[in-house]
């Protein structure tokens, strides 16, 4: 079986059938190994196959060369903006379990620097506060986001990202500050419910604002959304003791979509 299987691929070095069929007569056999020779053979950008190695090994009670495949893995995909997170997650998850704070800040920060999303942020922020070092690494990755906004870094990591983290942070101030003609809707409806309280005057401006586009498209969805805001902008008002404006502008506004008739079931469900 096994010369037939070598043969089948020999022909079909790329075959996914005949790669599962070697790699189960491989595993049948026991050979720890030959699995791992088999992996090396064909190693994905993503690091999914060094992982794949590292779990094989640790199963073999082998965790040190378990560990070293998928720190291989690492170095491997340093350049690539994708790699498989549970490869990352391995490493940090040893060297967190081995007392190696210091490491796992490094890990989550060379994942950050390749790959600037929220989840590699809240990554690198959560190993950071477990090694007592997230006020200078904030600093620097925050300082990354905001390069990346002035360089207009392909347009989907720097603006999103670093509002996004200013967020996820609670830091509301500066929040706002970034957010001021780069936030996307999203963003601006998140920054006002997490700010009404405070600043009742920026995020009822910011749900009038959305509300507006909402007046065209129908939709159960587009009604809930802006039930949903003229709640935050009735708790603006209620803040700011205005709450006869809010009155008013519900009222013109149902007058002015009355031929809705879901719009009003849903508003009447919301006490507007």
Request: hydrophobic letters at 40%; proline letters at 2%.
């Amino acid at each position: 079986m096994r010369q037939l299987a070598a043969e089948a691929r020999r022909r079909s070095p790329r075959g996914w059938a005949e790669r599962y069929l070697m790699e189960r007569l491989v595993k049948a056999e026991g050979d720890a190994d030959a699995l791992v020779a088999l992996y090396a053979k064909d190693l994905v950008p993503s690091g999914a196959t060094h992982l794949r190695i590292a779990e094989e090994l640790d199963a073999a009670g082998r965790a040190d060369e378990a560990l070293a495949w998928a720190e291989r893995g690492l170095r491997d995909t340093a350049t690539e903006a994708h790699v498989d997170g549970r490869l990352v997650d391995y490493v940090c998850d040893r060297y967190t379990r081995a007392g190696r704070a210091a490491e796992t800040v490094a890990v989550r920060r060379d994942r950050f620097r390749a790959e600037r999303s929220l989840a590699t942020y809240q990554q690198l922020r959560a190993a950071a506060w477990a090694a007592d070092c997230w006020g200078a690494e904030r600093k620097t990755a925050l300082a990354a986001l905001r390069d990346d906004v002035g360089r207009e870094h392909g347009g989907s990591y720097g603006v999103p990202t670093l509002i996004d983290a200013l967020l996820d942070d609670g830091d509301m101030d500066a929040a706002w500050r970034e957010a001021a003609g780069r936030a996307d809707d999203r963003q601006w409806q998140r920054l006002a419910d997490l700010s009404r309280e405070v600043r009742p005057a920026e995020a009822l401006a910011v749900y009038l604002r959305l509300v507006e586009p909402l007046k065209e498209p129908t939709g159960d969805g587009v009604y809930e959304r802006m039930a949903q805001l003229l709640l935050g902008a009735r708790d603006c008002h209620r803040a700011l003791g205005t709450e006869d404006e809010f009155t008013a502008y519900v009222v013109a506004l149902r007058a002015e979509l009355r031929r809705r008739r879901k719009l009003m079931t849903i508003l009447d469900r919301h006490g507007l």
